[in-house]
Nanobody, 114 residues
Framework: QVQLVESGGGLVQPGGSLRLSCAAS????????MGWYRQVPGKQRELVAE???????NYADSVKRRFTISRDNAKNTVYLHMNSLKPEDTAVYYC????????WGQGTQVTVSS
C-alpha cells in the first residue's frame, strides 16, 4: 500500500520560511519522480516543483529562487524548502509520486499571513 505523508505546514508571516517533508512508503522511492503541488479553493491544482529520479529539477516560475526541492533516497523523503513566503503562496500543498501511475498525499495547509 502506497502512502505519502506530508508534514511541516502551518501559519507563517510574509517573508518567513517553512520546510515541508513528504515521507513515502510502499514504493521503490528511488525510481519515482517526486513533486510538490498546491491548490487553493476554486482553482486547479498546480505544480510547484518536481525532482526526477536522477535529480533533474523543475520549478514553477512563481517560486523560482525562493523554493528548493530536494530528496533523500535513503530516507524515502522529499522536501520543499520555502523561503521569502508571500500571501499568494497560501494553499494546500500536496506531495506526488510518479512512475507508472500517480500517487498523492493528503495535503498540508500552508498559510502566509500577518
Amino acid at each position: 500500500q502506497v502512502q505519502l505523508v506530508e508534514s511541516g505546514g502551518g501559519l507563517v508571516q510574509p517573508g518567513g520560511s517553512l520546510r515541508l517533508s513528504c515521507a513515502a512508503s510502499g514504493i521503490i522511492f528511488s525510481i519515482y519522480a517526486m513533486g510538490w503541488y498546491r491548490q487553493v479553493p476554486g482553482k486547479q491544482r498546480e505544480l510547484v516543483a518536481e525532482i526526477s529520479s536522477w535529480g533533474s529539477i523543475n520549478y514553477a516560475d512563481s517560486v523560482k529562487r525562493r523554493f528548493t526541492i530536494s530528496r533523500d533516497n535513503a530516507k524515502n523523503t522529499v522536501y520543499l524548502h520555502m523561503n521569502s513566503l508571500k500571501p499568494e503562496d497560501t494553499a494546500v500543498y500536496y506531495c506526488n509520486a510518479k512512475f507508472s501511475s500517480d500517487h498523492w498525499g493528503q495535503g498540508t495547509q500552508v498559510t502566509v499571513s500577518s
